[in-house]
């Protein structure tokens, strides 16, 4: 199965979107994340919110060239 480049930078562009929508949502509503016994604290979000936007924005670029 053959999947053009465009369309695989939407689908990554999505999904990264939806990863920063979910830190965003995160902080917001001060939700609390634990990963095995780990608490992971919310500055952690930002930095994956950073992460994320910057990825999805990345993709979205590549992917309308």
Same mark, same amino acid.
């Given at each position: 199965?053959?999947? @053009?480049? /465009? ?5 990554? /562009?999505? &999904? !990264?979107?939806? %990863?920063? &929508? ?10 609390? $994340?634990?990963? /095995?016994? !780990? $608490? &992971?604290? %919310?500055?952690?979000?930002? &930095?994956?919110?950073? $992460?994320? /936007? !910057? =990825?999805?924005?990345?993709? !979205? @670029? =590549?992917?309308? @060239?």
């Amino acid at each position: 199965m053959c999947i @053009k480049q /465009g369309t695989y930078n939407n689908i990554t /562009g999505i &999904v !990264f979107s939806i %990863i920063a &929508v979910l830190h965003i949502l995160r902080l917001v509503y001060s939700w609390d $994340a634990q990963i /095995g016994t !780990f $608490a &992971v604290p %919310i500055w952690l979000s930002w &930095v994956a919110l950073i $992460a994320s /936007g !910057f =990825l999805a924005y990345s993709a !979205f @670029k =590549l992917a309308n @060239k």
